[in-house]
């Protein structure tokens, strides 16, 4: 996966940091699908990690995360509202057809959405006038193809949550290429819930002092040392306000982890802004299926 600038919490990391010793005895089985594969104007990468156990909490850990492949792999271009195809209508039992379907109809996906844009970008340079046919061709050749490569791991696994991390990157032949997907995705192993809020919404204003000290921390990291009360230089923000990540934050050892994601509050060139708030800090704005989890 391509490499962006400052980004801190690499799922590597994240590992070291989110699985206790206590979790390891405990883990949950798992099972990893990898794809890849190439067409005229485009490449594909596929690597999916579900629970493979038959348990309730297992099973239902595993029936959200196919549901989040089917989101993201049937819109495989960043700007399509309606899907590329049908959701998969056989046996969800059978995983390994499952993925397949998606696989298969996500490259033949790509491929023509890729093909169409080549095309399309052809045309414009014949209409131009301009470009002897040598240079047309030599521009077709250098023309870079469409990218995605989909994600989806387990970054975490304690004795009452597991963390999966949903992730792309998609490169459509412009400037650069863009993360996208659902994020760290948590669930609760005692039932395989998913943890869908972790902060009461209405926490935001209160939480600033340790959102602005968690960014600066980060640009820090970058080589930039600012200070909080003038963090809104570095950022694109509508008011002073610096909101919550539209990702759920995700839990560590040493506290809840917030990432933003690429633009939702800051220019690309600083990445992904991540960091870690302690819990003594949130504690009291966490939701009831939150503190379940993490024994507060």
Not at 223 to 232: C, F, K, R, T
Request: aromatic share 10%; net charge negative.
């Amino acid at each position: 996966m391509k490499k962006i600038s400052c980004i801190l919490f690499t799922t590597a990391l994240a590992a070291s940091l989110l699985c206790s010793c206590e979790g390891i005895k405990k883990q949950l089985p798992t099972k990893t699908w990898a794809f890849s594969d190439t067409t005229a104007h485009s490449s594909l990468s596929c690597d999916v990690e579900l629970p493979s156990a038959s348990d309730k909490a297992s099973s239902a850990i595993r029936e959200e995360l196919m549901a989040v492949l089917d989101g993201q792999l049937s819109h495989i271009s960043s700007y399509e509202q309606e899907p590329q195809f049908e959701p998969y209508a056989g046996d969800k039992g059978d995983i390994d057809a499952y993925i397949k379907y998606y696989y298969d109809n996500a490259l033949a996906s790509i491929a023509r959405l890729s093909d169409e844009d080549a095309s399309e970008r052809e045309g414009y340079m014949r209409e131009d006038g301009e470009m002897s046919e040598e240079e047309i061709e030599e521009l077709l050749a250098s023309m870079p193809g469409w990218e995605y490569e989909f994600s989806l791991s387990k970054i975490a696994d304690t004795a009452k949550y597991a963390v999966f991390q949903s992730q792309n990157y998609i490169y459509m032949g412009g400037a650069h290429g863009g993360i996208t997907g659902e994020g760290c995705i948590s669930f609760d192993k005692s039932d395989g819930s998913r943890i869908a809020q972790f902060l009461d919404p209405d926490c935001e204003e209160d939480l600033q002092p340790a959102i602005r000290e968690g960014l600066c921390d980060y640009l820090s990291e970058c080589g930039l040392e600012v200070d909080a009360d003038s963090i809104e230089e570095y950022l694109l923000l509508d008011d002073d306000i610096i909101p919550l990540p539209s990702w759920q934050p995700y839990p560590s050892a040493d506290g809840l982890v917030f990432e933003y994601q690429q633009y939702e509050i800051a220019p690309y060139a600083m990445g992904m802004p991540s960091f870690t708030i302690p819990y003594e800090k949130v504690a009291a704005y966490l939701t009831p299926e939150a503190k379940k989890i993490l024994g507060l």
